[in-house]
């Protein structure tokens, strides 16, 4: 019999804990179940088994990942939009560093995962498309932005910017450099 109280979300939250003490890597049923509570074994009777926790962790993580970045967009558009989605997403990704590792860098087979990260996509692809650009350019503008942002915040979390230059300069002029990108891209189409 199942424990009371635990349930397919509850051994995700429990996982979320364990990646955020020690990072991915740390991440085993036998893990899980201890911050459960319970015996191995009783956690495939939630999940199958560590792929399928893995992929119910990084829909998870898209998912509140696209919830803040369209908290931060709601009601703006243009630049202010961008600016908000790029400080949206430099913050969940280095506030939650570690399960934002936990998000797949190419096209997940798992369809709940996909079905995840298309929802990010739809958000910056609406910021985007206030610019008033093809469906090229944005498709253009959102691998530029994902690539800027994904790349600069795993920098900082991995501590690879060590000058003493201030790091929020840093994002600043990252941010002003894309934000010049929407009208450029229009140029090149």
Known sequence: MPRAGLTPA????????V?????????????VAAECGVATPS???HVAGLPELRSLLAARVLDD?????TSAVLGRSGDE??????RA?????????RRYALVPQRPDPDPSVASAAQRLVAVIFAVFKAYDLTDAQVV???RVLRAAMHGFATLVSEGGFQMSEDLATTHAVLTA???SLPPAARATA
């Open 177 to 179: 450099t894309l934000k």
């Open 140 to 142: 253009h503008a959102t």
């Open 10 to 17: 509850a051994v995700v939250d429990a996982a979320l804990r």
């Open 89 to 97: 997403y430099h913050a969940y990704a280095t506030d939650n560093a």
């Open 65 to 69: 990942l696209t919830a803040a970045a």
């Open 81 to 86: 939009a961008l600016e908000s989605l790029m």
């Open 19 to 31: 990646v955020d003490r020690a990072g991915p890597a740390s991440l085993t049923l036998a893990a």
């Open 43 to 45: 956690l495939y009777k």
